[in-house]
């Protein structure tokens, strides 16, 4: 069948959830039997989110083609098992360096250049380009309706609505309908507005995504109806769920497949496959135990610049059957006396990515504190570094071991690559490139040791994981740190750069270069994160 096209809009308030609501009917419709493709459209002026503090915009996620995208395409691949690319998220400042470039080179040839049609056109191209036969193409609109800087966004999507027509286009406005406590009921009016803003600018949604804090009553869906101009059956509550995983059976409960599927005239009879979604709730819901992971990093205070870390811990919580409580701790604190004592009561110590000198040292501390009191560690990409530095200090006895990252050490133990290769092609970099886009980033091969613990838990010699970092750790002192019990069991192909150190006779030791979280799934968690949260679980059984 030809694609059809799903738009998600967002209005009354920020963060109501388009990501999830996206990835949730990804999932429905793939459990019906369809293939799906996730694409965000982000209206700011970046090119990509690779720039921008994490405390502004969360997590960074990256593809397995090196694009720095927006987190909800962490959510797409998450619930979906779909794997993004580069062409599923695009910025204004990309349309519009497209754009730009373009007109520069003549190519509009002499037309003044407008946002439409321009603009729109390029927009409605890149939403429909890169795609084989996917039966649906699910596209969040970000920002809420109303923004200035949405606006060539939403026009461009009423453009492609009014090409392709009905029978291959809907729209799905996902609103908030608060409750007034003083009042005692739920309040419609903020919806209504939001879908009246939506209609001025030429776009009539479809269904509604009502979310909300408590049930919403047959009266109140009959209202939203009315005085927005859909079906009742499309109007669908949205409850807050105790875990994310349950939205797609939220969703189905309330027929939000079913209304996509009725609008495009597919068969409804039949209900869709979700026994892989109740193995995931029940599993969550029904722990056979509990282990908490301390994560001791710089941006703590928004767990959204952790999200994809997060969810993966929980994915090997789910393959272990235990609950796996966090612990989240600010690297700075260990640079004080007596803040070491926070990690008494936890069974795992991790360390994330992160960039820059503050909060070095500290973490320095953890995962001393983490090898000495023999407690699982995990360090990743920056954790994996400051893992070889503390092990070059204390035990190697490489006492001005440091990063070029925050100077000049003496002993560079960790230092910028500047070229490396990729497949067969030579990829370089100096230290006057611009910070964006200039990182190690997609997919790399690594060759794992054998004999290694690392070949114990992926069971393979050869593996590929995506990468976002510009330091490596030095190769030209593997000899004298593997001397010392830290073992390089991962390389790049060429031998050239240390992806994964282990240390041994440590219970579980481990620092990865690259970034596994990106590539876990409720339904197929990574095996470095049920490996670690097994150790945990080791480590809860002898305190």
């Given at each position: 069948m030809a694609t059809r096209f799903v738009f998600i809009t967002g209005g009354v308030v920020s963060s109501l959830g388009k990501g999830i609501a996206s990835a949730a009917l990804g999932a429905l419709l793939q459990a019906r039997g369809y293939t799906v493709?996730?694409?965000?459209?982000?209206?700011?002026?970046?090119?990509?989110?690779?720039?921008?503090?994490?405390?502004?915009?969360?997590?960074?996620?990256?593809?397995?083609?090196?694009?720095?995208?927006?987190?909800?395409?962490?959510?797409?691949?998450?619930?979906?098992?779909?794997?993004?690319?580069?062409?599923?998220?695009?910025?204004?400042?990309?349309?519009?360096?497209?754009?730009?470039?373009?007109?520069?080179?003549?190519?509009?040839?002499?037309?003044?250049?407008?946002?439409?049609?321009?603009?729109?056109?390029?927009?409605?191209?890149?939403?429909q380009a890169d795609l084989g036969d996917e039966d649906f193409v699910i596209c969040e609109i970000g920002g809420t309706v109303g923004d200035i800087e949405s606006l060539p966004f939403l026009e461009a999507i009423r453009q492609l609505g009014n090409e392709l027509g009905l029978k291959r286009s809907i729209f799905i406005h996902l609103t908030l309908v608060p409750f007034i406590q003083a009042a005692g009921e739920l309040k419609t009016k903020p919806t209504q507005h939001s879908v009246k803003e939506l209609l001025g600018l030429g776009i009539q949604p479809q269904?509604?995504?009502?979310?909300?804090?408590?049930?919403?009553?047959?009266?109140d869906k009959s209202k939203i109806a009315l005085f927005c101009n859909v079906q009742e059956d499309?109007?669908?509550?949205?409850?807050?769920?105790?875990t994310i995983y349950s939205v797609p059976m939220d969703y189905q409960t309330q027929g939000l497949d079913k209304a996509v599927c009725k609008h495009f005239s597919l068969p409804i009879s039949k209900e869709p496959n979700m026994k892989v979604w109740n193995?995931?709730?029940?599993?969550?819901?029904?722990?056979?135990?509990?282990?908490?992971?301390?994560?001791?990093?710089k941006y703590v205070q928004l767990p959204d610049a952790y999200k994809s870390l997060s969810e993966a811990l929980d994915h090997g919580g789910i393959s272990n059957k235990v609950k796996v409580n966090l612990k989240w701790l600010d690297s700075e604190i260990f640079e004080k006396d007596k803040a070491l004592e926070e990690l008494?009561?936890?069974?795992?110590?991790?360390?994330?990515?992160?960039?820059?000198?503050?909060?070095?040292?500290g973490k320095i501390k953890a995962?001393?504190?983490?090898?000495?009191?023999?407690?699982?560690?995990?360090?990743?990409?920056?954790?994996?570094?400051?893992?070889?530095?503390?092990?070059?200090?204390?035990?190697a006895?490489?006492?001005?071991?440091?990063?070029?990252?925050?100077?000049?050490?003496?002993?560079?133990?960790?230092?910028?690559?500047?070229?490396?290769?990729?497949?067969?092609?030579?990829?370089?970099?100096?230290?006057?490139?611009?910070?964006?886009?200039?990182?190690?980033?997609?997919?790399?091969?690594?060759?794992?040791?054998?004999?290694?613990?690392?070949?114990?838990?992926?069971?393979?010699?050869?593996?590929s994981e995506r990468h976002r970092h510009r330091y490596e750790v030095n190769i030209n002192y593997k000899d004298v740190l593997e001397k010392s019990g830290l073992k390089f069991s991962g390389l790049s192909p060429d031998g050239l750069l240390p992806e994964i150190i282990e240390l041994e006779g440590h219970p579980w030791f481990i620092?990865?270069?690259?970034?596994?979280?990106?590539?876990?799934?409720?339904?197929?968690?990574?095996?470095l994160f049920v490996s670690f949260i097994n150790a945990a679980l080791a480590q809860a059984r002898l305190v």
């Amino acid at each position: 069948m030809a694609t059809r096209f799903v738009f998600i809009t967002g209005g009354v308030v920020s963060s109501l959830g388009k990501g999830i609501a996206s990835a949730a009917l990804g999932a429905l419709l793939q459990a019906r039997g369809y293939t799906v493709r996730l694409r965000k459209l982000d209206p700011y002026l970046n090119v990509d989110p690779g720039t921008m503090s994490p405390f502004q915009h969360g997590e960074v996620f990256v593809t397995d083609d090196g694009a720095e995208t927006d987190l909800d395409l962490g959510h797409y691949e998450r619930f979906t098992g779909v794997a993004s690319r580069q062409s599923d998220n695009v910025t204004t400042g990309r349309i519009y360096s497209s754009v730009i470039s373009k007109e520069r080179k003549g190519d509009y040839l002499g037309a003044t250049v407008q946002v439409i049609p321009h603009v729109t056109d390029a927009i409605k191209n890149f939403i429909q380009a890169d795609l084989g036969d996917e039966d649906f193409v699910i596209c969040e609109i970000g920002g809420t309706v109303g923004d200035i800087e949405s606006l060539p966004f939403l026009e461009a999507i009423r453009q492609l609505g009014n090409e392709l027509g009905l029978k291959r286009s809907i729209f799905i406005h996902l609103t908030l309908v608060p409750f007034i406590q003083a009042a005692g009921e739920l309040k419609t009016k903020p919806t209504q507005h939001s879908v009246k803003e939506l209609l001025g600018l030429g776009i009539q949604p479809q269904i509604l995504i009502c979310r909300i804090e408590r049930p919403m009553s047959q009266s109140d869906k009959s209202k939203i109806a009315l005085f927005c101009n859909v079906q009742e059956d499309c109007v669908i509550s949205a409850v807050d769920s105790e875990t994310i995983y349950s939205v797609p059976m939220d969703y189905q409960t309330q027929g939000l497949d079913k209304a996509v599927c009725k609008h495009f005239s597919l068969p409804i009879s039949k209900e869709p496959n979700m026994k892989v979604w109740n193995e995931i709730v029940n599993s969550i819901h029904k722990p056979d135990g509990e282990v908490t992971i301390a994560i001791v990093g710089k941006y703590v205070q928004l767990p959204d610049a952790y999200k994809s870390l997060s969810e993966a811990l929980d994915h090997g919580g789910i393959s272990n059957k235990v609950k796996v409580n966090l612990k989240w701790l600010d690297s700075e604190i260990f640079e004080k006396d007596k803040a070491l004592e926070e990690l008494e009561d936890v069974h795992g110590i991790l360390v994330p990515g992160g960039f820059g000198e503050r909060g070095a040292e500290g973490k320095i501390k953890a995962v001393q504190f983490a090898r000495e009191r023999n407690i699982p560690y995990f360090g990743i990409c920056f954790g994996m570094q400051m893992g070889v530095v503390e092990v070059a200090r204390n035990i190697a006895n490489i006492k001005n071991a440091g990063s070029t990252e925050f100077g000049n050490p003496d002993e560079p133990v960790i230092g910028l690559m500047t070229e490396w290769y990729k497949g067969e092609s030579l990829e370089k970099r100096d230290t006057e490139d611009d910070i964006g886009g200039t990182m190690r980033l997609g997919a790399y091969d690594c060759k794992i040791r054998a004999g290694s613990k690392i070949e114990g838990i992926y069971k393979k010699s050869l593996i590929s994981e995506r990468h976002r970092h510009r330091y490596e750790v030095n190769i030209n002192y593997k000899d004298v740190l593997e001397k010392s019990g830290l073992k390089f069991s991962g390389l790049s192909p060429d031998g050239l750069l240390p992806e994964i150190i282990e240390l041994e006779g440590h219970p579980w030791f481990i620092g990865v270069q690259f970034h596994p979280e990106l590539k876990s799934k409720p339904f197929d968690p990574h095996p470095l994160f049920v490996s670690f949260i097994n150790a945990a679980l080791a480590q809860a059984r002898l305190v």
